[in-house]
C-alpha cells in the first residue's frame, strides 16, 4: 500500500508537470470558462495519464532520448487521441496532421521531452546555468506564443498583471512539482501487474464506448499507432541494457536550482505586455507539426537498428 501510494503521488507530480506545459503555456493565461474546478480534474486526467507513462517508461527501461520520446508518443497519443480525440482532426487540421499536432508537437516533444525528461536531468544534475538558458528560453516561446490569442474572433486578451500573477502562481507549483518527484525516489518506481490492469480498463472503456462512437471508424487508427509504438517500445526494452533514465535521478537539486524557473513567466509577461498581436500560432504550429513526425521517424530508425545499448 506504501509504494502504490508513493507511485500515485510521483504521478500527480508528473501530472501536473504535463499539466504545466500542456494546459498553462499552451493556453498562456487564463481563458473565458477556466475554473479552479475544471483546471483540477484537466491536472487528474493529466495525472492519470501520467501513472501509465511512468510504466511505459520503467517497463520498457526508457532511458535514450529517442525511447523518450516514443514514451511521450504514448501520452500523446493517450491523451489526443483516446481522450481529447484531436488525433482525428487535431486542432482544425485534416487527419493524418492530427497525428502530430498536438500529440506529437505538443505533448511528446515540450510536455515529455522538455518539460519532465531534459528539465528533470538538468535539475538532477544541478546543472543551474544550463536551467538559467532552459528558463530564458521558455519565457520566450511562451510569450511569443500567446501572442497570437489576440487575433481569435473574439480576441482572447488578460491585463498583463493577471498574465504575470498566472504564470508565476503556475511555475511556484511547477518547482513544487519537480521538487516532490526527485524527492520521492523515483529510481524506486514500479508497477504491480493489477495496477497495469486497473489502469489500463478505464482506458480502454473509454476508447469502446466513447472514442469509437465518437469517431466512428477511423478510431481504428489508434490500435495501429499503439501497435506500432509497443513493438518500437518492446525491442528498445531487449535491447537497453540498463534500467530507465529514472534510475539516474538520484541527485536531490539544491533549492537555488529552481529558483531560475520563476524567470520564465517574468519574460513572458514582458513580451505579452508589447501588446503585439502576431499570428506565431501558425508558425509554431508548422514547426513542431513537421518535427513531430520527423522525430517519430528518427526515434523508431533508433531503436529498431540499435543492439545492445549499454
Sequence with gaps: MKRILRNIVLALMVGYVFFFFGERVFWSFPHPGDTLISNFFA????????????IVIEYFRVRRWWAVFLAGTFFGWLTEGVFA???FSGGGLPFPLGISWTGLAWHALIDVFIGFYLVMMLLSGNHYIKIIF??????????????????????IAITP??????????????????????????????????????????VLAFFMFVTV?????????????????YFALKRNRVEEKRQSFLESLSERPKIWSYLPLLLSPI???LIYNSGLALPTNFVVLGITTALGF???????YKVFTSTQLT
Design 213 to 229: 462512437p465518437n469517431v466512428g471508424l477511423f478510431a481504428a487508427v489508434l490500435p495501429v499507432l499503439f501497435g506500432v509504438l
Design 43 to 54: 491536472w487528474l486526467l493529466y495525472s492519470f495519464s501520467a501513472y501509465l507513462t511512468l
Design 294 to 300: 520527423i522525430l517519430l521517424g528518427i526515434s523508431l
Design 267 to 269: 519574460i513572458a509577461a
Design 161 to 202: 498583471d493577471i498574465y504575470l500573477l498566472h504564470g508565476l502562481i503556475a511555475t511556484i507549483f511547477l518547482c513544487v512539482s519537480y521538487r516532490l518527484f526527485l524527492k520521492l525516489r523515483p529510481a524506486e518506481f514500479g508497477s504491480s501487474r493489477w495496477e497495469k490492469i486497473g489502469l489500463a480498463l478505464p
Design 85 to 87: 480525440m484531436t488525433l
Design 134 to 155: 532552459f528558463s530564458i528560453a521558455l519565457g520566450i516561446f511562451w510569450g511569443v506564443w500567446s501572442l497570437a490569442w489576440a487575433l481569435e474572433t473574439p480576441p
